[in-house]
């Protein structure tokens, strides 16, 4: 051990850290070290590398700072995917169609529900707008309907007009109302054992619609139906492990668009059963 390893300064120049080579070791620790340099002790090959409190201190202070930039570098790592989802089609859409298809305009999709029709609401009918949206997808890929657009009739004749031709637009034997009759969210959970063993939570939305076809030159009401569905998201917890899931605004469309689709399917189903027809004979 150095002679002024237990000393405060150097008994020669009183200096700290000592300066001295005579000061700073004993005859047989001159032997042993090579140099001397604050904060660090470095010792020759053969005896071992001797690193004193301080450095020590400065090398644990390093390897936590280093450890303390890979943790941030996980955590605030983002990762980025994708992918292409199926889209859900009528049931009817799957099979091939050759009959006679007659022309359909559809008319006012409303919401008749007590859903967003509050004494806040803007009175503005986004549910049933996004159920005539769907409607209109889902009729044409039945491949029963000659779908006919009314919606955008102003676009329409400005195209035409820019082609220099005459519009000759092609007049529907039926209109296709709907509504939607109920709708409505809920929140349903249960716990095991009081909540300790774990609990479970799930988020409902629930979509009835109805359809009908009516005959554009009497305005009989010539065939009706309903369809409806119901989504659910649950998430689990158990023993404090298991996912939590927020409000999940998606389970509006999703809901809303399976119930159409069932009610689509019992329109085409209609058909083939020869409840109505879809071609009307020439008057």
């Known amino acids: 051990m150095p002679a002024w390893a237990g000393s405060s300064r150097c008994r020669c120049c009183r200096s700290w850290p000592p300066r001295c080579a005579r000061d700073a070791a ?11 340099r604050w904060p660090v002790l470095v010792a020759s090959p053969i005896q071992g590398q001797t690193l004193n409190t301080h450095h020590r201190f400065l090398r644990r202070r390093a390897t936590a700072a280093g450890l303390a930039l890979v943790i941030t570098g996980l955590i605030g790592c983002a990762t980025e995917s994708h992918q292409a989802l199926q889209t859900p089609k009528p049931t009817s859409a799957a099979t091939a169609y050759t009959g006679p298809r007659s022309t359909l305009m559809v008319g006012k999709f409303d919401n008749r529900s007590s859903y967003m029709r509050g004494l ?3 009175g503005v009918d986004r549910l049933g707008g996004q159920a005539k949206t769907i ?16 919606d955008n009739l102003d676009e329409i004749a400005r195209e035409a007009k820019l082609q220099g031709r005459a519009q000759a637009l092609k007049g529907a034997d039926f209109t296709l109302t709907g509504d939607v009759v109920e709708f409505g969210r809920k929140e349903v959970g249960d716990r095991a054992l009081f909540g300790i063993l774990g609990s479970g939570k799930q988020q ?12 554009v030159v009497t305005s009989e009401i010539v065939y009706s139906v309903q ?4 989504y659910a998201l649950s998430n689990r917890e158990v023993l404090g492990f298991g996912g939590t899931a927020g409000y999940d605004s998606t ?3 999703k809901v809303l668009d399976l119930a159409i689709r069932e009610a689509i399917d019992r329109l085409v189903d209609g058909v083939q059963d020869g409840k109505w ?3 009307k004979e020439p008057r």
């Open 277 to 279: 027809r879809v071609s």
């Open 204 to 215: 409902v939305a629930y979509s009835k619609v109805t359809l009908n076809v009516v005959d």
């Open 251 to 253: 389970l509006n469309g």
């Open 26 to 36: 004993s005859a047989a620790d001159r032997n042993r070290i090579l140099y001397i």
């Open 120 to 122: 806040f609401s803007d």
């Open 227 to 230: 369809g409806a569905g119901e």
């Open 135 to 150: 409607l209109l997808g889902h009729l044409k890929e039945t491949g029963r309907f000659s779908v006919v657009d009314r």
